[in-house]
């Protein structure tokens, strides 16, 4: 059997901890990332996982930080307008919008929006150039003892010690639950479409998001398709009713989502197959173990509103990079328990405090009584009419708090 040894070992490589190995690798560590599956080479990864991701500025500050960014920024569409559109009335029309600028709050932008596989591609392709990195895969963590001076990590073949295991292998995390750490988890009985369009009319950089019955629908800017400008769609519905449209020949979701849409950009064209993600929130009891911290959906889920998901995970990353960068400076162990509980009281309350916030906007998202409507569009009308308000819910989506 291999022996390997490295400093920091983090257990999956979704963007997350891909991410985070590359900041580790910043922050001058010998950082080894195990992933179940083959790395993403190439286009044809686009089909397992259409979902686009929009990264916030201060995501964006992060990436640029650790190096990254400069990769991205030529593949993202900026998000220079947020758009709220209430279309909650009998008829499906929009009713009422509220614009959110960047302008508004001093920014040229609120983030950038790529596609998954692309931003994989990116970091994989990064991280075969960095010193420090490596990438394994694919690999499983099949077991994990911690010990007091190291954690021994079992992986197909190979034995690997580190002195710090970074948990970032997903919402249903093996090595949270080999090292005890308890979740929960609670559904909405929702579940969401993930494609991408074409349509006629431009997005001018606006993300849209419309709300009905069921949960919204969001049209969130792309680079153009074939000349044509195209969005990336996550749409949310309940279960059964999300499960038929998935079903559905191709002309007719069409018509169903144009009248979904209301028409805000046009006849909408499906660019890509439509896939199908469960709806759920879910947060880790705690967010470190005995050599192990717990970041990104290893620690926390949440509905895919607001772009908050993998924004929280890159700020987890960069709390316990810079965390264990000090140490490092301080010739102090990364992994010693005393650090992770810092990592666990930086993040816990905040990570708690966002997913509440996220579950309560879902709900109100997902209202279907035609009283509760009414209160939702009164809600964004009162919250967007007065400045001090919208520029302070501005500052929350982007992180500050
Ligand atoms: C529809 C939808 C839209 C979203 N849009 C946004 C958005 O606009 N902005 C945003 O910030 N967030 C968004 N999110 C959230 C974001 O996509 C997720 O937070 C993010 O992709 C999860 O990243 P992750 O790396 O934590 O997990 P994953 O992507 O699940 O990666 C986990 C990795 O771990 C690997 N793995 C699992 N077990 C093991 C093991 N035992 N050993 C080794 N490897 C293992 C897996 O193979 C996988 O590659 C969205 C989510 C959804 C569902």
Not at 34 to 39: K, L
Not at 85 to 96: H, I, Q, S, T
Not at 188 to 208: C, E, I, M, N, R
Not at 355 to 363: E, H, K, P, Q
Request: some cysteine.
């Amino acid at each position: 059997m291999d022996r390997l040894d490295t400093e920091i070992l983090v257990a999956g490589g979704g963007v997350a901890g891909l991410a985070a190995t590359a900041a580790f690798a910043h922050a001058g560590f010998d950082a080894l990332c195990v992933d179940a599956e083959p790395p993403v080479t190439d286009a044809g990864h686009a089909r397992s996982d259409l979902r686009s991701t929009a990264f916030l500025m201060p995501a964006v500050a992060f990436l640029d930080r650790i190096g990254l960014w400069a990769r991205l920024a030529p593949h993202a569409a900026p998000l220079r307008v947020m758009r709220l559109a209430d279309a909650g009335g009998p008829e499906p029309a929009v009713r009422e919008v509220a614009d959110f600028e960047a302008g508004e709050i001093g920014q040229d932008a609120f983030g950038y929006n790529l596609p998954n596989w692309l931003i994989r591609r990116e970091l994989v392709a990064h991280l075969a150039g960095t010193p420090g990195a490596r990438l394994i895969a694919p690999a499983r963590v099949e077991g994990i003892v911690p010990r007091t001076a190291a954690a021994l990590v079992r992986l197909p073949g190979a034995q690997a010690r580190a002195a710090l295991v970074v948990a970032a292998d997903g919402r249903d995390s093996f090595v949270r639950e080999a090292v005890g750490i308890a979740a929960r988890r609670w559904g909405y009985g929702q579940k969401a479409l993930v494609f991408t369009v074409a349509h006629p009319v431009p997005h001018g950089d606006v993300s849209t998001e419309i709300h009905r019955t069921g949960g919204p629908l969001t049209l969130v800017p792309l680079p153009d398709h074939d000349g044509s400008p195209a969005s990336a769609v996550v749409w949310m519905e309940e279960g059964p009713k999300a499960a038929r449209l998935l079903e559905l020949p191709e002309a007719e979701f069409e018509a169903a989502l144009d009248e979904r849409a209301c028409g805000v950009l046009g006849r909408l064209r499906l660019t890509s197959p439509r896939r199908i993600w469960p709806i759920v929130s879910q947060v880790a009891d705690r967010l470190d173990g005995p050599r192990v911290a717990l970041v990104a959906e290893a620690a926390h889920v949440v509905p895919p509103i607001g772009a908050q998901g993998l924004n929280m995970s890159l700020r987890d990353v960069a709390a316990l990079a810079d965390l264990c960068a000090g140490a490092r400076a301080r010739g102090e162990d990364p992994g010693a328990p005393e650090l992770l509980a810092r990592y666990h009281r930086a993040r816990h309350a905040k990570v708690l405090a966002r997913v509440a916030g996220i579950d309560a906007l879902n709900r109100a998202a997902m209202a279907g009584w035609q009283p509760f409507r009414d209160a939702r569009r009164a809600g964004l009308r009162a919250l967007y009419g007065v400045t001090p308000l919208r520029r302070a819910a501005m500052r929350m989506g982007l992180g500050a708090r």
